[in-house]
């Protein structure tokens, strides 16, 4: 063979052989820079895992506040509920002596009316006698 045409051949396998190298040191650094955005993306995860965490950490704890929060409330409306029965009872108890002692007193005004020229001690022993 001819000596140029070794040289083209070796001429042009240098150009193969540093396009190889070029492409490999390329991929070399998009290889670093995915890695980097792995990385990046990695570490968003795990803040974003770390933040849900929390998050429910919370939400747990505020559960657990409103359902304190609801027992007390239910609590206090039945001693509500109680104590305003306890005085409906004594307010009923009371609307019956007072009606009785109302009734008691409808009558003793009733007997003042029909003897109006009698004295409230006769009187009284008047309805004593009744």
Do not use: Y
């Amino acid at each position: 063979m001819s000596e140029s045409f070794e040289q083209s051949i070796v001429s042009l396998l240098e150009e193969h052989v540093e396009l190889a190298i070029s492409t490999v040191q390329q991929l070399r650094a998009e290889k670093l820079d995915l890695e980097a955005e792995i990385a990046r993306l990695n570490s968003d995860v795990l803040q974003r895992d770390a933040q849900i965490q929390e998050l429910e950490n919370r939400n747990s704890d505020l559960e657990g506040e409103l359902d304190l929060e609801r027992s007390t409330t239910s609590q206090e409306r039945a001693d509500v509920r109680e104590r305003l029965e306890s005085l409906m009872d004594v307010l009923a108890a009371s609307n019956e002596s007072a009606t009785d002692t109302d009734t008691d007193d409808e009558i003793a005004f009733t007997a003042q009316s029909e003897a109006p020229n009698v004295a409230p001690s006769e009187q009284r022993e008047d309805d004593s006698e009744v």
